[in-house]
C-alpha cells in the first residue's frame, strides 16, 4: 500500500463524495400540482372535515398504513412532534417514568418532558446498540407507564420481547423507528410492534419529505389522541365526547400539503432506497470484516437491518492504536468517519443540571431519579472507546466509491504499524 494521507501520502479518495439524494422527476410535478390547486395546507384547527388535513395529507396517511399494515396512521411535521404527540396520547402524566435509551436523537429521551415524565435510562446490548431487555426488565417500577425503544441505526430492538414485557405489566411500548423503515423482526415491521411506532422524513433519512414524520397505531383511542394533538385538540373535545381530555391542548404539529405530496413519491420507492443502503453497507461488511480490531454491524437472527448508518465497534487493545489516530487516517485519507456517535444522552444539561421545564427543576423535582456518569457503562464504552460510525444515508456511493471507501480503510488497517505512538494532534 502506499504511505498514509496522514503521513504525506496520496489520499485513497481524492473528491468529495456526492450527498444523498432521493428526490426525482416525480417529486417534482407533485409539488408543481400542489402548488397549482393553491392548497399548500388544508388543516383547519376546529371541527371540521379539514381537522384531519387535505386530500394530499389524507392519501399520504391511507397509503402509508396500507404499506406497512396498520390501522392507523397519523402524519406530524416532524419524528419530534410524534414522539411527544405519542407520550400524549398515552396519558403520561407528571412523576411518569418512561423507560429510554442512552443513545440516540436527544429528541427521543426529551419528549416524556413536555408533560412531566421521568426519563429512566436503560443500557444497551453492545452489538445492536438497542435496549436490553434484561435491564428493561430490571428497571420497571409501579412507577414505569412506557418503554420509549429506537430501533437504532437501522436494526430493530427486541420489538417482541419488549412488547411482551409491556403487555404483561400494563404499560405502553413506543416504537422510535426514524432510522429504520422496512427494518423486520421475525417479519413483523419496526414501527409496527409497540402500541405506537414513528418515523421520520428529516432530510438525510432513506426516505423525506425535508421535515415530517408519521406515527402508526393499531390502536383507535391512541389513533384518535395523537389526531387531536397534532391538531389543537381541546377544540374538539365536545365534538367527539371525549370523557378524558388530559394532555388534548394545543400543538401545531401539521405535515403541509406540498410535504405530503412528496412523501407519497416516496413511499413508492422506499424498498429500493432501503435495499440500495443495505447493499452498500453488506459490501462494506464483506471487504472489511476481517480488519484487525474492526467488528463489522452485526445482525440478529430474523431480523432485517436497514442501514441508516454503517456502524463498526473499534478495539484498541488489539491494534495498540487508539480510535482517535485511526479515525484521524481514515479522515485523512476521504473517508467521511465520525467517532462515537453521541454522548449519552443523560449527560446533557437538562440531566446534569436537572432543569428542564420552567427553571424550577420541574419535573426532575418529582422524582430521586438520578444521571451520573456510570449508570449505563455498556453506552459509555461504545461512545468513549469503540464506535466508528459512517452515514452510509449522508452519500449517494456508486459501486466506485464503495471501492474507494474500502481501499481506504484495508490501506490505513495494513499500515496500522505506521500510526502505533501518534496523537490526535500529530
Known sequence: MSKLALLGGDPAINHTLNSYNSMGNKEAIAVQRVMKSGNLSSFIGAWCEEFYGGVEIKAFEQEWASRFS???????????????????????????????????MSATV???????????????????????????????TPKTKAILVVDLFGHPAQ?????????KNNIY???????????????????????????????????????????????????????AIRNHGENIVNQLDIVDPT????????????????????????????????????????????????????????????Y?????????????????????????EGVPIWEGY????????AFQRRI?????????????????????PVTENLYENEVLEFCICCFELNQSDQDAVIKAFQKVFENLNELKGLSVNE
Not at 356 to 376: D, H, M, N, R, V
Request: net charge negative; glycine share 8%; aromatic share 8%.
Open 342 to 349: 453521541v454522548e449519552p444522552l443523560y449527560m446533557l444539561p
Open 70 to 104: 396498520c390501522k392507523h396512521a397519523i402524519s406530524v411535521n416532524s419524528n419530534t412532534s410524534g414522539l411527544i404527540a405519542a407520550m400524549g396520547a398515552i396519558g403520561v402524566s407528571p412523576g411518569d417514568e418512561i423507560i429510554v435509551p442512552p443513545y440516540s
Open 356 to 376: 428542564a421545564i420552567g427553571g424550577s427543576g420541574w419535573p426532575f423535582t418529582l422524582s430521586e431519579q438520578t444521571y451520573e456518569k456510570g449508570i449505563c
Open 159 to 167: 420489538l417482541q420481547a419488549l412488547r411482551a414485557l409491556a403487555d
Open 308 to 332: 441508516y448508518e454503517w456502524i463498526a465497534r473499534y478495539d484498541k487493545h488489539e491494534t495498540e492504536v487508539s480510535r482517535e489516530v485511526v479515525a484521524k487516517a481514515l479522515m485523512a
Open 173 to 227: 411500548l413506543i416504537e422510535d423507528a426514524a432510522q429504520a423503515p422496512l427494518a423486520t423482526e421475525f417479519g413483523r415491521l419496526a414501527g409496527t410492534v409497540g402500541h405506537i411506532g414513528i418515523f421520520s422524513f428529516n432530510y438525510h433519512k432513506h426516505i423525506h419529505t425535508g421535515e415530517g414524520g408519521m406515527c402508526c397505531t393499531d390502536d383507535d383511542e391512541l389513533a384518535m389522541r395523537l389526531s
Open 247 to 306: 394532555n388534548l391542548i394545543g400543538f401545531n404539529f401539521r405535515m403541509t400539503e406540498l410535504s405530503a405530496a412528496i412523501g407519497r413519491e416516496q413511499l413508492k420507492k422506499l424498498e429500493h432506497l432501503v435495499s440500495e443502503r443495505e447493499a452498500i453497507a453488506n459490501n462494506l461488511t464483506a471487504a472489511l470484516s476481517d480488519l484487525p480490531g474492526l467488528t463489522a454491524p452485526k445482525v440478529r437472527d430474523d431480523c432485517r437491518h436497514v
Open 110 to 140: 426529551m419528549a416524556p418532558l413536555f408533560y412531566g415524565g421521568i426519563p429512566v435510562f436503560v443500557d444497551l446490548e453492545p452489538e445492536t446498540f438497542c435496549l436490553d431487555v434484561e435491564k428493561v426488565k430490571q428497571a420497571i
